[in-house]
């Protein structure tokens, strides 16, 4: 049997042998088809990124060639003539079929993603982070679709190292946790679950002082770093630490477990993803439709809206063609999208939604987004990203945020994914911001970093009135239509750059 191991340095075995696949880019027509995860990938798209910007004239010929070697190698026994099973022709391009248990990134992402009593989280992440051998895909770093699912990977190795840790709190192992929290508390200082973890797995293990001096090194280092104080969730951990809350005791269970909110965005760093509304109205009636595949995420997100005051839940919808259904029949004011769903995903329920006039405000619901997604779904202009196992808090503040025309984009996941993307003309980009005054320049210039309305009219001393005013002037001149949309433009244009 061959397999594929792209958890560390890339290799394929036969039968537990390890193959010899070329050259760099041989070996890379491999590795891309891996990260396709069994999809087709057009020869044009392996050109493109086998040599970024200058492709030989004979790339053609070098694929099919890297092709025939690597067929050659993965199925030494298969006769002449025959069809190959393995690296297989897929029109317009070739295509990876194998198993997930063939392919460690396959398995390893399949096992990050299961669900169930905390025992079985436990075994499942176990299982997980015994595949990981180092950096995946570390030998194509310079080339940016293996750095993009590089760092996709290693996302997901922390989520699976948070999953493992909440597993081992539910099951009454607190203080052996410490030490391995310590760890990934320093090596991931912005990553909220982190400190969530440690500073409960130290106040379970009796050491309630050391609890509260995490989380204050938590808002030292959010400070520093962000200028922003911790989220709700530490601040109500540390009330409720302060108050000796009995919940905070409770005794282990085994009940099921999902993918915990914190970290699942491929982001070098999460800060503070959701940004709540300042100029909503939180008394208006919001009818909300539901769409994902999920039965069980269905059900949590309907009772979170129908206990929370001020929303409705208009329907619900199992994939993206019966989401534009349901949305077209109750014209709601919001619209949670699953990205991945059958019969239509949710990157084109999301466009086919928001070319309807008047239509209501999107925001994506995620687990573990690729970049290629979330940077499409940003140029669609939904107004956002929410993992759909984020606290109730977060996501009933998410939906209102949306609803006052705030963009729920977190600005360092922005900037790097417009960073990666930056060197992709799309021809139908925005025009240049020639002609705009420089006040607009100003607000686009902060609404692209991520500031509210609110932010930005304190920042620039002015009202909250004209800078709603002047996003409007923005999208018009544009020729766009959500906030989202905006923040593209600006980097695409030039006016804001990663890192400035």
Known sequence: MVTFSALGPFQVLLDGLPLDLGGQRQMAVLARLVVARGRAVPVTTLIDELWPGQ???????????????LRRALEPDRA?????????SAPPGYALRATAEQVDCWHFERLV???GPAPEVWASMEEALGLWRGPALAEFADLTWASTEGGRLEELR???????????????RSTSLVPDLEAHASACPLREEAWRLLATALYRSGRQGDALGTLRRARAIWRDELGLDPSAVLQRLEADMLAQSPHLDADPVAAPLSVQAGSGLPSAGRTAGLVPAEGGDPAKELRVVVADDQALVRTGLRVVIDTEPGLELAGEASDGEQAIAVVRDTRPDL??????MPRLDGLTAARRILADSDPPKVIMMTTFGTDENLYAAL???????????SPPEQLVA??????????????SLTTRIISAFAGRTDPGAPPALAGLPDTQLDVLKLIARGLTNRQIAHTLAVSDRQVAGAVTELLDHLGLFDRAQLVVAAYESGLVTPGR
């Not at 998410?398 to 600005?411: K, V, Y």
């Open 379 to 389: 140029r669609a202009g939904v107004s956002g990203f929410v993992l759909k196992t």
């Open 113 to 115: 993603r299961m669900e």
């Open 335 to 340: 619209v949670l999208l699953d990205i991945q």
């Open 158 to 172: 922390l989520v699976a190292l948070e999953r493992r840790a909440d597993a081992g709190l539910r099951l009454g």
């Open 55 to 69: 492709p030989p004239a004979q790339a053609l010929s070098t694929i099919q060639g890297y092709v025939s070697r």
């Open 80 to 88: 002449p003539r025959s069809e190959a099973e393995v690296l297989v």
């Open 398 to 411: 998410a939906m209102r945020a949306a609803a006052a025309g705030d963009a729920l984009i977190d600005p």
